[in-house]
């Protein structure tokens, strides 16, 4: 077990290097053009139209995501017009948000991460979170997919950009038998959560976000973001138990207790029956993620 004084230089270590990440993947243009835009409050429909249907690739991604069982939409969308329309801006731009992180974050499949199953995890994770969010109203079902979708992006920093640590995390949990959280600390001096937290603070999001993604495994110490952190720690366990867009990161997850308790779910039963209760929901919104690969 690594001590303290080794544990505290080799986060230092990994923070330089973090910090001296300059070249951070470029966003796609169009997905950047229309970002810009959604966040012009005088931006009409038309204009945005216009931006995104010269990228078709996204436009097919935008009309998957929005006809997938978690918005639950009665008609069925076959434009972006009409997506914006029913959807509004806000919730086009966290889709587009985190198709660009997606496009700008993928690497190539190894032996040591698979690509398909990470993204597809993420993906999952964000879906549920927001449905979570709408069901138990718990507030901004917006900030609960982005959250969901980036809470474990700290593994995919830490696969491109430390891939020699990256492996030896991996071989370490394969040889020892330790979790995935010690071996990134016996590693890295830090774990996947924090270096999450490191990037998406980089990228300005709003705090509440960026802590709920740093304590996506221990929520009761995400002080604000406690609520937000209990969403998506309850949707990447919902993964898990379900075993559905399940990821190993995650095998050794428990449900914590007091995001189970702020939730609303008195025992651990009625947490699993609601649980239980999603799995339809899980199985289809897979389905629909095809387009992940
Ligand atoms: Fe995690
Ligand atoms: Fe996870």
Same mark, same amino acid.
């Given at each position: 077990?690594?001590?303290?004084?080794?544990? %505290?230089?080799?986060?230092?270590? @990994?923070?330089?290097?973090?910090?001296?990440?300059? !070249?951070?993947?470029? +966003?796609?243009?169009?997905?950047?053009? @229309?970002?810009?835009?959604?966040?012009? $409050?005088? @931006?009409?429909?038309?204009?945005?139209?216009?931006?995104? +249907?010269?990228?078709?690739?996204?436009?097919?991604? +935008?009309?998957?995501?929005?006809?997938?069982?978690?918005?639950?939409? %009665? &008609?069925?969308?076959?434009?972006?017009?009409?997506?914006?329309?029913?959807?509004?801006?806000?919730?086009?731009? !966290?889709?587009?948000?985190?198709?660009? #992180?997606?496009?700008?974050?993928?690497? $190539?499949?190894?032996?040591?991460?698979?690509? $398909?199953?990470?993204?597809?995890?993420?993906?999952?994770?964000?879906?549920?979170?927001? &449905?979570?969010? *709408? *069901?138990?109203?718990?507030?901004?079902?917006?900030?609960?997919?982005?959250?969901?979708?980036?809470?474990? #992006?700290?593994?995919?920093?830490?696969?491109?950009?430390?891939?020699?640590?990256?492996?030896?995390?991996?071989?370490?949990?394969?040889?020892?038998?330790?979790?995935?959280?010690?071996?990134?600390?016996?590693?890295?001096?830090? *774990?996947?959560?924090?270096?999450?937290?490191?990037?998406? *603070? &980089?990228?300005?999001?709003?705090?509440?976000?960026?802590?709920?993604?740093?304590?996506?495994?221990?929520?009761? $110490?995400?002080?604000?973001?406690?609520?937000?952190?209990?969403?998506?720690?309850?949707?990447?366990?919902?993964?898990?138990?379900?075993?559905?867009?399940?990821?190993?990161?995650?095998?050794?997850?428990?449900?914590?207790?007091?995001?189970?308790? +702020?939730?609303?779910?008195?025992?651990?039963?009625?947490?699993?029956?609601?649980?239980?209760?999603?799995?339809?929901?899980?199985?289809?919104?897979?389905?629909?993620?095809?387009?992940?690969?």
């Amino acid at each position: 077990m690594i001590n303290l004084v080794e544990r %505290q230089s080799k986060r230092e270590k @990994t923070e330089l290097v973090l910090m001296n990440i300059y !070249n951070l993947p470029p +966003i796609p243009k169009v997905m950047q053009e @229309t970002i810009q835009l959604l966040e012009n $409050k005088n @931006t009409r429909t038309n204009d945005l139209t216009k931006v995104i +249907i010269k990228d078709q690739s996204l436009v097919a991604k +935008i009309l998957t995501i929005a006809n997938s069982p978690l918005y639950g939409l %009665q &008609r069925k969308v076959t434009s972006i017009d009409f997506a914006l329309l029913v959807l509004g801006f806000s919730e086009i731009k !966290n889709i587009v948000s985190v198709l660009s #992180m997606m496009e700008s974050f993928k690497n $190539k499949t190894d032996n040591y991460l698979d690509q $398909k199953k990470f993204w597809l995890h993420s993906f999952l994770t964000g879906s549920v979170c927001k &449905r979570v969010a *709408d *069901d138990l109203q718990t507030g901004n079902g917006g900030e609960a997919f982005i959250a969901g979708f980036l809470h474990d #992006m700290g593994i995919s920093v830490m696969h491109r950009f430390f891939h020699s640590n990256f492996v030896q995390v991996v071989n370490l949990v394969n040889n020892e038998g330790i979790s995935y959280a010690e071996a990134e600390i016996e590693i890295f001096g830090l *774990d996947h959560q924090e270096m999450g937290y490191f990037l998406v *603070d &980089r990228w300005n999001f709003p705090k509440t976000l960026s802590s709920a993604i740093s304590h996506h495994h221990n929520p009761e $110490k995400g002080g604000d973001s406690t609520l937000l952190a209990s969403v998506v720690h309850f949707g990447d366990y919902m993964t898990q138990y379900l075993q559905i867009g399940n990821f190993e990161w995650d095998t050794n997850l428990q449900l914590n207790e007091v995001a189970r308790k +702020i939730l609303g779910f008195e025992t651990e039963e009625a947490a699993a029956k609601f649980i239980d209760s999603y799995k339809e929901l899980f199985e289809s919104q897979k389905e629909a993620a095809r387009f992940l690969s």
